[in-house]
């Protein structure tokens, strides 16, 4: 696969929920990269995007904003994330369904301080993971970062070994919409949805074919078939399917900053050539 830099991504994480830079800091890594297109795509929040998007235009330094988000959501008993571009920020479907996401998640952020607050016989654990969260709702990347600055672990990866990884004490699970619910609710906001990294939920190959029928089915618009973790053979057959379902094609880096170094801005496979982009379609927005 070759890889290479591209003046804008689709897919981006800021302290708002899982990632190390702030959306001003995250902007500026932007610029630097010579990006000149930028979708803030945090987990169930547009806060993060928000802070950027209410900025005067110098603050922005040329750099132009598309309104983003990746939800949860269920298929099939399933967890899947759908990227959701170009929406109305307010009074919108998208906007209830937010305000939904971010108490659910408000909910359990206190589950997993009091379950660890009682494990290692600590205090204040959600006020501390508080204070990293750009956006109000600590994750498990802001507890962990809490847990290092309380000497409670030595590293953000002990962190998740030992109480935050899957099937650990701080593994909450959590009630998602269905994806139904998720896609009419981008769609009546005026928005565009994407499926994110189809090849990390290990699918069989019909059954991830069944997916993306039933995305285009319910009014999605695409499949991210430029991913960083994407190899040849993945990427030739996502873009055959996502070609004969009629589905455009999102790319992205599913940039996190510390958390995910191998990751950069910007940085992803050359764009399918058969496939309609959809970031042609939001660029002709904003």
């Given amino acids: 696969m070759q890889i290479v830099n591209h003046e804008f991504d689709l897919h981006c994480h800021t302290t708002a929920s899982d990632g190390s830079r702030s959306p001003a800091e995250l902007l500026e890594l932007a610029v630097s990269r010579g990006l000149t297109a930028l979708a803030i795509?945090?987990?169930?929040?547009?806060?993060?995007?928000?802070?950027?998007?209410?900025?005067?235009l110098?603050?922005?330094q040329g750099i132009r904003l598309i309104t983003g988000a990746e939800f949860s959501c269920l298929w099939?008993?399933?967890?899947?994330?759908?990227?959701a571009f170009g929406f109305d920020l307010d009074g919108s479907e998208v906007a209830t369904l937010l305000e939904k996401q971010k108490a659910r998640r408000l909910d359990r952020a206190r589950v997993i301080a009091d379950k660890l607050e009682r494990k290692l016989k600590i205090a204040d654990l959600y006020?501390?993971?508080?204070t990293y969260a750009e956006s109000g709702v600590p994750a498990r990347p802001h507890f962990a970062q809490a847990l290092m600055e309380m000497e409670a672990v030595e590293s953000i990866d002990a962190a998740f070994k030992k109480y935050l990884g899957a099937g650990k004490i701080g593994d909450v699970?959590?009630?998602w919409p269905d994806l139904e619910e998720v896609l009419s609710a981008v769609k009546q906001s005026k928005g565009y949805s994407s499926l994110a990294h189809p090849f990390k939920y290990k699918m069989t190959a019909s059954k991830l074919r069944r997916l993306m029928a039933e995305i285009k089915a319910c009014g999605g618009d695409a499949?991210?078939?430029?991913?960083p973790d994407i190899n040849s053979g993945e990427f030739g057959w996502i873009q055959q399917e996502a070609g004969k379902l009629g589905?455009?094609?999102?790319?992205?880096?599913?940039?996190?900053g510390a958390m995910m170094p191998w990751r950069q801005l910007g940085r992803f496979p050359k764009l399918a050539p058969s496939l309609p982009s959809l970031i042609d379609v939001l660029l002709a927005r904003y």
């Avoid at 499949?223 to 991913?227: D, L, M």
């Fill in 41 to 56: 795509t945090d987990h169930d929040t547009v806060e993060g995007a928000r802070s950027l998007m209410n900025a005067s």
């Fill in 58 to 60: 110098d603050k922005k």
């Fill in 76 to 83: 099939q008993g399933m967890t899947l994330h759908m990227l």
């Fill in 127 to 130: 006020a501390r993971a508080e």
């Fill in 173 to 175: 699970k959590l009630y």
């Fill in 223 to 227: 499949v991210e078939v430029s991913a």
């Fill in 247 to 256: 589905l455009a094609q999102s790319a992205g880096s599913d940039y996190h």
